[in-house]
């Protein structure tokens, strides 16, 4: 008889399994909640929120900087490191807090504070000599940084997104290792706070960008405020309290080193040996992405833990969906998932939707170097290429470095998901001088190649005025 029975057992207490246990309570469910510290989601505490406080912090610093361009003067600008450091601190605390009040409004029992690992599919065993016993599982135990040997041997002179945000003072020099989201999302911060930034990648590309286009536009505003080392080869070394990186015949030293190098699952520890589920080479069960069960058995893997779509919103509708099946397993319900979004927090933003430029995409490109509004705003850099399929010109994916790319990509992402096509887009208004005006000439053109004749309501030129 185990110490603690239940309907649906959720290990890991982050946004999915907050999500699932939520869920599967609202479904009738008794739960267990399982996690060794409720120390807060990994958003609020060394994630998606300490990460833009910074990001914040060093776009003040380059607004005051470039406020002369629009003949303001501000002095010689200056930056706090501890005061920027302190207040990235208290804002994320705040977020913190907010989550653990959520645990407290938990009904009473639901939280046990331990490390839990299978014993069978069904059956957990906890490290402080516990056992549980449910009807269903949901592994909601998120991931965590992957720090390569030769970094882990430099001790704190390593950091990580664990670990960054409890710096007290901004150092004079960093060496950023993988150019991927959380590389560039800090280097640029950091480089922004007046910090030397070098970013290292044995990759030839930023951020996997899946669009030579884009990815151009992104690589040039990149180098323009860090040296970038793409296809290279860092090695580390401590020398004399400073750490030193060669790259391909090259030195330099850095007062510290950022490893960013990607976020694996928290597999390891889980026993999931125990539950008879078939495992690939990387210790991963087959996960279905319409249910979130694991192969036929009642376990169901939700958020980063399952390495599908590593963000936010995604953990949260994972949860849900676990949670809901886990109650109704084995009668799991599929559900639709929404059009892919991933947003990278750099200045423009750099955003990803839907599919890619595969061969048989009819593509649309906005050039933001001259567009209206973003010279107006001194931010005309960049561009955004939107995907069609024939013979409609029914929108498909898009990907987007330019200003307001945060939110021209929702708009972009809801017109996908709802099937709309380019000449659909095109009939809602446009304000003048927007920067979702830049997009019209893309969605045109897109007409153009499809080829769909626009209605003679509209203005087949841009509209005058810039
Ligand atoms: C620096 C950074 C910036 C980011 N920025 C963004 C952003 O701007 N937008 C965005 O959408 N996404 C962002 N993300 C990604 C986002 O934070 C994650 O996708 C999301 O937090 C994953 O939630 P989760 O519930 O899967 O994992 P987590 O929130 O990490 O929760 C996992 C929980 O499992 C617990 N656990 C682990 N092992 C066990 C065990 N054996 N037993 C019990 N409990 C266990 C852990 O203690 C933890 O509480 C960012 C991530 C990082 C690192
Ligand atoms: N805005 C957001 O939504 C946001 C922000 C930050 C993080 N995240 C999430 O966090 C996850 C992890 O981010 P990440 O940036 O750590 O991983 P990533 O997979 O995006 O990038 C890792 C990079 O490190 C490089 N790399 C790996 N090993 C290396 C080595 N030994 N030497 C040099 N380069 C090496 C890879 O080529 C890759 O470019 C992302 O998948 C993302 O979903 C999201």
Request: proline content about 6%; hydrophobic content about 40%; overall charge negative.
């Amino acid at each position: 008889m185990a110490d603690l029975t239940c309907d649906v057992a959720v290990i890991g207490a982050g946004t999915a399994g907050i999500s699932a246990e939520h869920n599967a309570r609202k479904h009738g469910a008794r739960t267990l909640l399982i996690d060794p510290e409720f120390a807060g989601t990994t958003c609020a505490t060394v994630g998606c929120m300490p990460s833009k406080l910074l990001i914040a912090a060093g776009r003040a610093a380059h607004g005051a900087r470039k406020a002369g361009v629009f003949g303001i003067g501000t002095g010689p600008v200056s930056v706090d490191g501890r005061a920027v450091m302190k207040r990235v601190r208290e804002e994320r605390d705040r977020f913190v807090a907010g989550t653990r009040k959520g645990f407290d409004r938990l009904p009473e029992g639901t939280c046990i504070r331990a490390r839990a690992r299978f014993t069978s599919a069904t059956t957990l065993e906890l490290d402080d000599g516990r056992s549980v016993s449910a009807k269903a599982v949901v592994i909601a135990t998120g991931s965590a940084p992957m720090v390569p040997g030769p970094y882990r041997a430099l001790g704190d002179l390593t950091l990580t997104n664990e670990t960054v945000f409890e710096l007290d003072d901004l150092p004079q020099s960093l060496a950023v290792i993988g150019a991927g989201v959380i590389g560039l999302e800090l280097a640029q911060a950091m480089a922004r706070l007046g910090v030397r930034v070098a970013v290292f990648d044995r990759a030839e590309r930023l951020a996997q960008m899946r669009c030579e286009r884009v990815h151009d536009a992104l690589k040039d505003a990149m180098a323009q405020e860090m040296a970038l080392h793409l296809g290279s080869d860092p090695q580390p070394s401590e020398e004399g309290g400073k750490v030193r990186i060669d790259w391909d015949g090259q030195s330099e030293f850095f007062d510290r080193v950022l490893v960013a190098t990607g976020r694996p699952p928290n597999l390891k520890g889980l026993n999931l040996e125990a539950t008879g589920l078939k495992l690939n080479d990387k210790g991963m069960p087959e996960v279905s992405e319409a249910t979130m069960q694991c192969g036929e058995a009642p376990i169901f893997m939700a958020g980063d833990a399952n390495a599908m779509h590593p963000v936010l919103h995604e953990a949260s509708d994972e949860g849900a969906i676990a949670g809901r099946n886990a109650v109704a397993y084995p009668a799991v319900v599929r559900s639709d998932r929404r059009v892919p979004l991933s947003l990278t927090f750099t200045e423009p933003p750099l955003v990803s939707i839907g599919q890619g430029p595969d061969e048989s995409a009819k593509i649309g490109t906005a050039d933001y170097s001259s567009q209206g509004r973003a010279r107006v705003d001194d931010e005309n850099t960049g561009v955004a290429r939107i995907y069609a399929a024939a013979p409609r010109g029914r929108l498909i994916g898009a990907d987007l470095f330019c200003p307001g790319a945060d939110h021209m990509g929702h708009l972009l992402a809801l017109a996908i998901q709802q099937g709309l096509t380019a000449e659909e887009l095109l009939s809602m208004p446009f304000y003048h001088p927007t920067l979702e005006e830049g997009l019209r000439g893309a969605l045109k053109e897109i007409c153009r190649a499809v080829p769909l004749h626009l209605s003679g309501d509209q203005d087949p030129g841009s509209p005058p005025g810039g």
